[in-house]
């Protein structure tokens, strides 16, 4: 099995993802398609076997929180490509998912995502949060966020990862890449947020929040002024909020609601579809959390329909509804009506329709 010969096809197809799984042939994810290496033959036992040993490197830490875990995330090198690496078991034997991650950065202009969200990294403090489900471009657009802060602000800037993928150096601001787990820079993310109060950052940020204790840290840090952005998997705004509260017992989400009415600033909630045109399209929804967004956090009963509402008519300060966006991707021809369909609720076809509609309309009239 060579492993660098699937390596290198990948590089050369702009692959994002490499799938080694026994009994299949190495797959590669193109532009969201899974395509089989056809001139390669099927995997073995034995081919995962070194598949596991070329990855691990012999690394006893690295190796023994696979055996314990049945599971690992670590970060590989190869000619000059960072690789994120997930590792675990099916029928007793490892298969392996490799992220491809590129070594430019592109660009946060490029990316699609709404220029607010840019704009908020100049608070002084509060939570920002980037929230998607998997593969909806996360990382990048967090990274993105962290290279437009070094080039632009004077901070110093820590960031907490499991692994780090994108590499950055100091450029306008100072910058600190920690690696969560076991035999690396920090064992959780919590101790990692609990530590950084002492390590005088400006901006911290936290690669997931994925439980109540590092959501506790990551307030407390927001609390004692400092900015703080993380992310949540989540598929949109209002459900972040949701997910956040119930880290908290019954008895506690009333002190909880409340901090969070006051140090949340701007959640967004991002999708990735293939494009017409075949290339990757990203859908933001944007939440800035003004008074009214607070009032309704802050209530006894916690309504999504209520957050999507007041998301979809605070366009003046800055909020994207999630149909908003559809629409207008639709309109420019960047995704079918059948995609923009697929993305939301029967309930909310009429709106897309007449959101459609209205966008039209709009766009006929400018161009008289």
């Keep these: 099995m060579n492993i660098e010969k699937v390596l290198d096809m990948a590089m050369e197809k702009d692959a994002s993802d490499v799938h080694l799984i026994c009994q299949n042939k190495p797959i590669l994810r193109i ?4 395509v089989p290496i056809e001139e390669m033959e099927e995997l073995t036992a034995e081919d995962m076997s070194e598949i596991y040993d070329f990855l691990v490197r012999g690394n006893l830490d690295k190796d023994e929180v696979f055996r314990q875990t049945r ?13 994120r690496v997930n590792i675990s078991l099916s029928d007793d034997i490892p298969l392996c998912t490799l992220r491809l991650i590129k070594n430019e950065l592109p660009t946060y202009e ?17 939570l920002i949060l980037v929230t998607g489900k998997t593969n909806s471009g996360k990382s990048t657009t967090l990274n993105a966020l962290v290279n437009h802060i070094n080039e632009n602000q004077n901070k110093k800037i820590l960031t907490l990862e499991n692994p780090v993928e994108y590499k950055h150096h100091s450029k306008k601001s100072l910058i600190v890449q ?14 990692g947020v609990k530590n950084s109060l002492r390590e005088d950052c400006d901006i911290l940020v936290i690669g997931e929040i994925r439980d109540k204790v590092t959501m506790e840290a990551a307030i407390e840090m ?15 705004c209002a459900e972040a909020i949701d997910r956040m509260i119930n880290f908290y017992e019954v008895r506690d989400q009333a002190s909880i ?12 909630s991002q999708r990735l579809l293939k494009g017409t045109d075949g290339k990757l399209v990203l859908i933001p929804e944007v939440m800035v959390v003004d008074n009214i967004v607070s009032g309704i956090i802050r ?70």
Excluded: C
Aim: no cysteine; charged share 30%; aromatic share 4%.
């Design 31 to 34: 532009a969201r398609d899974l």
């Design 71 to 83: 599971k690992l995330d670590i970060s590989y090198v190869y000619r000059d490509i960072r690789l």
């Design 110 to 126: 490029s990316l699609g995502v709404p220029d607010i969200v840019r704009r908020m990294t100049y608070q002084p403090q509060g």
């Design 178 to 191: 920690k690696e969560i787990g076991k035999g690396r820079d920090v064992l959780t993310f919590s101790d």
């Design 222 to 236: 927001a609390e004692s002024g400092h900015l703080v952005i993380g992310t949540l998997h989540t598929k949109s």
């Design 257 to 268: 609601k409340y901090l969070l009415s006051s140090l949340l600033k701007l959640v967004v």
């Design 299 to 368: 209530k006894e009963k916690l309504s999504v329909s209520e957050i999507e509402d007041a998301i979809q008519s605070n366009s003046e300060k800055g909020s994207i509804g999630l149909i908003n966006s559809i629409a207008e991707l639709f309109v420019k021809g960047k995704i079918t009506l059948e995609q923009a369909k697929a993305q939301i609720e029967e309930k909310n076809i009429e709106t897309l329709n007449r959101t459609i509609m209205q966008l039209k309309i709009k766009r006929d009239s400018s161009k008289r």
